[in-house]
Structure formats: C-alpha cells, structure tokens
C-alpha cells in the first residue's frame, strides 16, 4: 500500500470532571483519507473525546495534533478554519430558518463561492426540494443530514459525527450512510461515533472501541465484532 499521513493525533489526552475520568490517557489517530469508526458503550468517553478534538472541552492533561500542528491551545472557531468540522449529537440546525439559509451560516465564516456551494450541497444532502422550507418542518433525518450539510459547506478535511444515525428509520440511515460514502469518495477523512453496527460495517474498515475512558480495542471491523472482550463491554457483564 502507499504511505499514509496522520491527520489526526492525541497523545495521552486526559479529561476529568471532578472525580471522574472520562478520557484516560488516550493515544489515538486518524489517517488520511480513512472513515474511522469510534465505538463503546454509554459512557465510554467518545463524546468527550470528540468534544476535546473541536475545542468545546480543554483537556486536563495531553496534546492534540491535526496535520501536525498543536491545536491544544486553539479556539473552536481557529480549529474550524484549519480544517475539522463536527456534527454533534443531538441536532443543532436554526428550526427557524429555511434549510438555504441554515446551509448560509457557516459560509459567512468563509470566503467560498456561495452559490456553488449551496448548489453542490442541497444537491448532495438531497434537499434541494426543501430549500425553502423551514428547518422545523424537516423530519429528523433531513435535519441530521441538513446539519451534516452545513459542515460540509466548510470542506473540511476531517468531519467529526456524533451519532449521525441515532433515532433513524433504516432508510434514513441509508441515505446518511450513502452521504458519507460519497463525500470520502472525494477525499474528505472522517471520525465517526456510532452504535448501529449495520451502519459502522457499511462505512468503516477500522474501528476504534473505547471502554471507560481508554483505547479498549482497535481493528478491522470484522476482528472487532468477532472479539468475545468487546462483546462483554456491550452486555456490561
Ligand atoms: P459517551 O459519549 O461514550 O456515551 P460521554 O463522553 O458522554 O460518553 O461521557 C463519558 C463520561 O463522562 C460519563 O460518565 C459522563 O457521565 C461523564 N460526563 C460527560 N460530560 C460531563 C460533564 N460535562 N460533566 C460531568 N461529567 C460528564
Ligand atoms: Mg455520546
């Protein structure tokens, strides 16, 4: 195979709240160009993870690196403009403006050409039809895939998604997982948080299980569900 680059990199990254560890000296990487899947069960630490990878959180102790700069010290908004775009958990889309303008926002931060993003955008997340509708009148997986939208407007080279299927019928999750594949197709990296195994075999080669704040496994994905250890954390036995 050819050499991959490292986009991503954590060394030792540690998050306490009060007593608690949620992220525990984790040594993790994303290579270019690679889907990469962050699994583990409720209260393994990803959230936290991916909120210490955008800035929402300012780790206790450890260091973060994206295309070899230290971003520790970086603001959300710096880290953006060097290339990571999140969609977090829930939905964060205005419910009061049409999906256009929704998709508008994130590219007044930028100086991008903006009706040919929007075009290449309404066209890929299939919304084109909604444009003018108000967010709120969306169902939830054209909400997901609105917010999804919006980070995409930004090109980043890594998109971070926190449980992008949750809650979704099968063909919601298809559309979404079609959408991913599509946007990696032409290059862009992503670290994906997700329980829906259907959805991670669909997406992701490699698999990353976090349990109780560390690196439980990492793998194939077929390794991976094949592991009787990880199964055990998943039934909390
Ligand atoms: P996951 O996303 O894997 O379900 P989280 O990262 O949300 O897990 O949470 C990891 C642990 O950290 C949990 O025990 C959770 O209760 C705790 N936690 C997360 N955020 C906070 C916070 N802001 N304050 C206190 N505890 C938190
Ligand atoms: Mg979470």
Known sequence: ?????????????TKNFGGLTAVDGVDFSVEEGEIRCLIGPNGAGKSTL??????????????????????TEMDTHDRIDTGISVKFQSPHVYENLSVEENLRVPLQRT???????????????????????????????????LEIGMAVTLDPTLMLLDEPV??????????????IRSLHDDGM????????????????????????????????IEEIEADEDVRRIYLGE
């Open 166 to 179: 949750a809650g979704m019928s099968v063909d919601e999750t298809a559309d979404i997982a079609s959408l």
């Open 50 to 71: 991916l909120e210490l990878i955008t800035g929402q959180l300012s780790p206790s102790e450890g260091d973060i690196y994206f295309d070899g700069t230290d971003l």
């Open 189 to 220: 990296t992503f670290l994906v948080v997700e329980h829906d195994m259907d959805f991670v075999r669909r997406i992701s080669d490699r698999v990353t299980v976090l349990n109780q704040g560390e690196i439980f496994r990492e793998g194939p």
């Open 111 to 145: 100086d991008r050409d903006t009706g040919r993003v929007l075009a290449e955008t309404l066209d890929r997340t299939a919304l084109a039809a909604k444009r003018e509708e108000p967010a709120s009148d969306l169902s939830h997986g054209e909400k997901q895939r």
């Open 1 to 13: 195979g050819g050499a991959t680059s490292t986009v991503l990199a954590t060394k030792q990254l």
